[in-house]
Nanobody, 123 residues
Framework: QVQLVESGGGLVQAGGSLRLSCAASGRTGVAYTMVWFRQAPGKEREFVAAITATGGSLDYADSVKGRFTISRDNAKNTVYLPMDSLKPEDTAHYYC????????????????WGQGTQVTVSS
């Protein structure tokens, strides 16, 4: 089992920045791919960014490319998502997940999920 706890969300004005963190505990010795998804009210949960176990491969949704940066510190069992140039459409509940996916963007491929952290961007 892996437990994931997200933090760093909050309220920010458009154009501002936040940094999300996802701390993992439990069975962290497995080389999981880590991913961020988000879900806005009334919408489906959508892929944001993914990073492989060693950090050698990154993937971003087109909507956040160039503004968000995913990284991980395996010594601290933590994944980060600094978010710059935030837009009102980035408002959502952000979830961290861990798994061994064949398809990094597929929600169903991830076994472990955190409770999420809310990001609200005002215009």
């Amino acid at each position: 089992q892996v437990q994931l706890v997200e933090s760093g969300g909050g309220l920010v004005q458009a154009g501002g920045s936040l940094r999300l963190s996802c701390a993992a505990s439990g069975r962290t010795g497995v080389a999981y791919t880590m991913v961020w998804f988000r879900q806005a009210p009334g919408k489906e949960r959508e892929f944001v960014a993914a990073i492989t176990a060693t950090g050698g491969s990154l993937d971003y949704a087109d909507s956040v490319k160039g503004r968000f940066t995913i990284s991980r510190d395996n010594a601290k069992n933590t994944v980060y998502l600094p978010m710059d140039s935030l837009k009102p459409e980035d408002t959502a509940h952000y979830y961290c997940a861990a798994g061994l996916p064949n398809r990094a963007r597929a929600l169903s491929e991830y076994t472990y999920w955190g409770q999420g952290t809310q990001v609200t961007v005002s215009s």
